[in-house]
């Protein structure tokens, strides 16, 4: 690990966000030679075409409502860590404090738990809110709703926490569990997850009261290896009656889209919503834009032909060469710049495939020419020749010891290993083609998303290897790959797209979540029941590790995952070591790249958008910014999946009028 690096670039973040927000554009958008008519901005999304209830309905969903309408107090930016205010009025502070002085908000029972284990302080997060901080109906944001939402919701933060505390209207107080600590940097980055701007308490109240109360009156749990909201665990007639009330919560439809961010629902439909500029926002004075428009397209080429023609304004991710410099050629305004991506693409086994054995996927790791995938997938990437390891290389440097990461199995191009390793699971070779021990010619699936350029180009390119080395391959790209991929009795042999994935901030457990919840639901790895006895490894997966270094023990994957958070530096990265190094053994995947995205912008429409030395001689910018620099953190900001709001809310983004 690394921690010199990374205090390092906190307090450089920390320094850029204050000279950002003190020279931020306040020019809302003057009349020039721009393009911009109508003071709008448009980008293609996806939501659920039969409707909307609430942020929190798990069967209602519009991805671009977390870049326009849903906040917290604070937000970091995914790949830089850097944290900005959104209904906070300043960062956080940390500071501690005794133990007595929370004894009833924590609860008695918390309290003497504490103390009787050595507590006498407790640690304290405290958060200033806005005091313009409002609703979208024009009411005050209160710390009051802050409680609310942590009640209800219970995000992973309140793992950590012994309560929430209300001290007046605008100022909250997050009191963490002394016994669980995180680091100051890691509180703030889990709170800077959190969407608490979503629960009004007196629009939910009827659910947030009866589930507080529930809570509280709930056992504190004694067992340091376990983890619950607030510290305590429901069970019994009691845990029914939090379901219910949750859910009765989550399907409540209000009669407005509660929520606080600069744009609000407008009109919405199966194909298009309309977002109007929320008049109440506390900095709606710099934000010069009037309205967003939300487009849905499952289609790329119907994607791609919309921001070519000017219809829409922003798109994130990765364009294939040829098809940008096409849409660059076919349109002067459109610019695309590149970024870091904390991710990697490669291919995943379905270990219900019973061809798929552990000496099977090893020679597998061989067969492939990663460099020319990457190539003609993404030529952008730092190609990788290692398995999948629970994260992108990147992360592994940073969080491993340099020795157990030198030791992490690396594999090379080398297709005469494979057949070797191929042969001694029984498999034979006739006439350029491979038959399995029991004589049947090989054929396997290969799925991957038609609705990500990246893994259906790098799909194409799979397939072509194996193929020419003579197992056959159905490719099977569809827009429905991720239901298809997770499906028991899955249509795919093998899949194509992320293998290791950080959607969090920078941090193991983000990782390792994505992996736990999506990727070893393509691998089909075994699971607890949903129901199991014990709440840490209810629908988790089952695997169990070595410890290294003649260290006897085991460890258990899903007896950490919700822990990392507050472990000491020592044995986070021990575990990493561990982990990083069970889950490459198993050859559970193959890394080809790490990824880098992209966002292109139509800048005749949007001004603001950085990098101007780079693309006013060049509007295919390959410059791809060092981790640290001033670069990495400007180009970061303009995807609106990393940053959300941030260049609109600080007026650095603004129409750019004709």
Known sequence: MRPITKKIACIATSALLGMTLLVGCTDTGATGTGKNTDDSFSMVATWTSSGLVNHYDSNTNCNAFDYFVVEGLWRYVRSTDEIFCQLAAELPTHSEAPIETYKDVMGADAYEYYVENGATTVPVTTGKIREDAKWQNGEDFTAKDVWAYYYIIHPTSSNYMAAVNVVDDKTVEFVWNPLKEPADTVKELLLAQDKSGTVKYDVFSSYVDPVYEIVMGSEVNENPNLWGAFNRFTSGDALTELNVTRNAFYNYSPSWYVATGPFKLDTFSATQILLVKNEYYWNADNIGFKEVRLYSSNDLNQTYSLITNGYVDYYDGFIQKDTLESMLASNSDLVNLKMYDPGSIGITFNLECELLTPGVRRAFQYIFDREEITLAANPYATTSYYPLMGMAESEARTY???????????????QEKAAELLEAEGWTKRDGLWYDANGEQVRLTLGAPSTHDISSTAAEAAAAQLTTFGITIDLLKSSNYYSNATAENSPYD???????LNMSFSYPTGSYSQFSSVYSQWVHVERYPTDYEDPQKAGNVKLVFNGLDGDTNTYEFADYINSFYSVDEEELTYLVDVFNTGLAELDLGIQ???????????????????????????RNVTYVPEAGTDDFFEVARTNLVYATNYMFINGVYQPNRA
Do not use: R
């Not at 020795?403 to 992490?408: D, M, S, T, V």
């Not at 093998?494 to 290791?500: A, C, P, Q, S």
């Not at 966002?599 to 693309?615: A, E, M």
């Open 400 to 414: 491993m010891s340099e020795e157990h990461f030198n030791a992490l199995p690396k594999y090379s191009y080398d």
């Open 592 to 618: 080809f790249f790490q990824n880098v995205t992209a966002s292109t912008l139509n800048v005749g429409k949007v001004s603001g958008v950085p990098l101007q030395d780079y693309w006013s001689q060049d």
């Open 494 to 500: 093998l899949t194509l797209e992320w293998t290791d």
